[in-house]
Structure formats: C-alpha cells, structure tokens
C-alpha cells in the first residue's frame, strides 16, 4: 500500500488522465501562503492543447472531491502542461524532444548541448551544432552517461519544412 501523499494521488489519478489520452507527467502538493496547491503536469506524444487539459482538470477536480486524498484543509487545483525548457527524465520524453535543442548534463561532469536525431532503447543519436562556421558533428550518448537533460528554447530555428525546402532548391 502507498505511504506517501505523492504516490496516493499518482494512483488515484493516473487512470483517469490515462484515460484522457495523456500521461501524467508530476504531481507536486505546495504551499503557498496559508493555502496548498495541488499542481498536475500532463502531456501526450501530440501535446496537450487547451481542451485536453481543461477536460482532464474537470474530471481530476471531480475525483478529488470524491476521495480523502488531500485531506480535509483547502487545496487548488492547477493543471498544466510540462512547459517549453522542460526536463527529460523518461524515454518518451527524450522521443518527444526529437528534433529539439537539448543541453545535457553528464555523469562525467561535462556538459553538451545537441539536437536529438534519434532515440532508442540505449541511448541518442544527437547532431552536435558546429562553431564559428564549422560543420554540425554527429555523437552518441548512451542514457547511462546522461545525468540531466533539458529542452532549449530556439527562437530562431526555421522548421523541418524550411530545411527541407532549402536542401531541394
């Protein structure tokens, strides 16, 4: 039987937002003031839009009233997605970031920033961005040398259709 707060409600919820079509991703119980915020982060290998997450809310709030879980004090409810520099700590989420800018953090202490080219069950084919005008480099990260790893914002990068697009021409 669970013993922590956290592990109750993973299991209370996860087969309902399961049920959404979305995985749950965090729970988090804070306070904030006098008062404790119950904050769920959910996604799906689409995204999550805003009525993905506004049905999923309902339906969480909908449970939670049913059950003791969060005890008898108030609490408010914040569903949400994972966010644009989110961490990866699961295999689908290293799927999910395919394509995207990461910067990892390495067990050996160094660190690399890298577009993640492919994935699979031991690890990363990444493209490591060249400098000062030099080629791209391609590397491999197996997930045992990765002790973190975050998405990067890209304000600048033209889309796979662009790339393409430009290669034909």
């Not at 729970?27 to 506004?54: F, H, N, P, Q, T």
Request: proline fraction near 2%; charge should be negative; charged fraction near 35%.
């Amino acid at each position: 039987m669970s013993t922590t707060q956290n592990e109750r409600l993973r299991e209370l919820l996860e087969p309902l937002v399961s049920s959404q079509g979305l995985d749950l991703e965090e729970i988090e119980v804070a306070s904030v003031g006098r008062k404790r915020v119950l904050r769920v982060v959910v996604d799906s290998e689409e995204g999550a839009d805003l009525d993905a997450v506004a049905d999923v809310s309902r339906a969480l709030s909908a449970k939670l009233d049913e059950t003791d879980v969060m005890g008898d004090g108030e609490y408010e409810l914040e569903v949400g997605t994972p966010g644009a520099e989110r961490a990866l700590t699961e295999h689908r989420h290293y799927v999910r970031a395919t394509d995207r800018l990461v910067k990892f953090t390495l067990t050996d202490g160094g660190e690399v920033t890298a577009r993640i080219l492919q994935v699979d069950d031991e690890g990363l084919d990444l493209e490591v961005p060249g400098v000062k005008g030099r080629k791209a480099t391609a590397r491999r990260l197996g997930f045992t040398d990765i002790a973190k790893a975050r998405v990067q914002v890209e304000f600048n990068r033209k889309n796979a259709n662009e790339d393409k697009n430009e290669e034909e021409a």
